[in-house]
């Protein structure tokens, strides 16, 4: 169920709205109590479901468009604004008219864009309504107090031109942030992925039955060093990138147990994987393949000690590559959950 709460701004303060119908079409409906609460049933089967209200006394301003993510996260507020109180309306505008073109660009993900939006809107509402407050003083006020009054009318100047260039600094931060947040998860998520199929090939290319081959074509020695190199230059790019990516994630995601995710996953693959798995595999297998190939020593024994070596130790490197298949997922789900 999510839990909700329909509220208006009205003289500068936030009111819960009663007795307004809360509708999820085609799934389910509700209506408000006299606090403005609510709580409604959603379809767990979609990413994100549309949120329409009939009955209200003003435009719904928050979420944009309706659009809430499935599940939400928290408590959901539908904000409602009177056609009465055209300066917000005409904030809301540019703010919306702001994220459309984001949008149109496609840098920023929908769960971002939406963020953004909050934040922006969170910021004008606040703004507004101290504007509002200190209208409504000026306005008792007019009369007996003309000096009090002017200070007040140069103060609600100030606020107001001050919110257009608020929004845009903090618009652009914002924006700043979540491709910065969306380039370490290309990144990170490339590299791991690439990674893992590097390491799938250099197996699958030392398997019992494929060794025989190395023994007899000078073709199938060189396949194998291009997939020796090709592991070996995605392990360095592991090694230049995963400190920094590992910082990214603290700094651009707020959530730690994804930093701590990560890192164990780039701790497991260097350590377990890499040192502790394909290490002693190249000493073993492939070692005896190339010092038969440089004519160190005969055929019969470098294949008799690589496929003895194969059988013994390319179990436990599959078993640790199926364990970094599970951390490698788990990592990119916490990253995306947040994308």
């Known amino acids: 169920m999510l839990l909700g709460r329909v509220v208006e701004t009205v003289s500068g303060t936030t009111k819960g709205v009663a007795n307004v119908h809360v509708k999820i079409p085609g799934f389910s409906y509700t209506i408000t109590d006299d606090k403005g609460s609510f709580e409604i049933a959603f379809p767990p089967d979609k990413d994100y479901v549309t949120v329409i209200v009939e009955d209200s006394p003003g ?30 309306l005409q904030q809301v505008d540019a703010l919306d008219i702001r994220i459309k073109k984001l949008e149109k660009e496609k840098k920023l993900s929908q769960r971002q864009l939406m963020e953004m939006h909050r934040t922006l809107l969170d910021t004008i509402i606040h703004f507004e309504n101290t504007i509002a407050r200190m209208e409504q003083a000026a306005q008792e006020t007019r009369e007996s107090h003309d000096a009090e009054i002017r200070a007040k009318d140069a103060q609600i100047k100030v606020l107001r031109d001050s919110i257009t260039m608020l929004v845009s600094a903090l618009s652009e931060a914002l924006e700043k942030r979540f491709l910065k947040q969306q380039a370490y998860y290309d990144q990170v998520s490339a590299d791991l992925l690439e990674y893992a199929d590097r390491v799938k090939d250099l197996r699958d290319r030392l398997m019992p039955r494929r060794l025989p081959n190395y023994f007899k074509s000078n073709g199938a020695i060189a396949e194998l060093d291009r997939t020796t190199n090709a592991y070996n230059e995605m392990r360095e790019t592991i090694l230049r990138n995963y400190k920094g990516n590992i910082l990214g994630v603290r700094q651009y995601w707020n959530n730690p147990e994804a930093a701590e995710q990560l890192e164990d996953t780039y701790d497991y693959l260097l350590k377990t994987v890499h040192e502790s798995n394909v290490l002693p595999v190249h000493r073993k297998v492939i070692d005896p393949i190339q010092s038969y190939a440089g004519g160190q020593v005969g055929r019969t024994s470098a294949q008799k000690d690589s496929k003895n070596a194969a059988e013994e130790n390319l179990p436990a490197l599959s078993a640790a590559i199926l364990e970094l298949d599970k951390k490698i997922q788990r990592a990119i789900s916490a990253l995306s959950n947040n994308i």
Do not use: T
């Not at 309706?66 to 939400?72: E, K, N, W």
């Open 59 to 88: 435009k719904m301003i928050a979420p944009p468009s309706g659009l809430v993510v499935v599940p939400p996260s928290g408590h959901l507020e539908i904000v409602l604004c009177s056609q009465q109180n055209k300066k917000l």
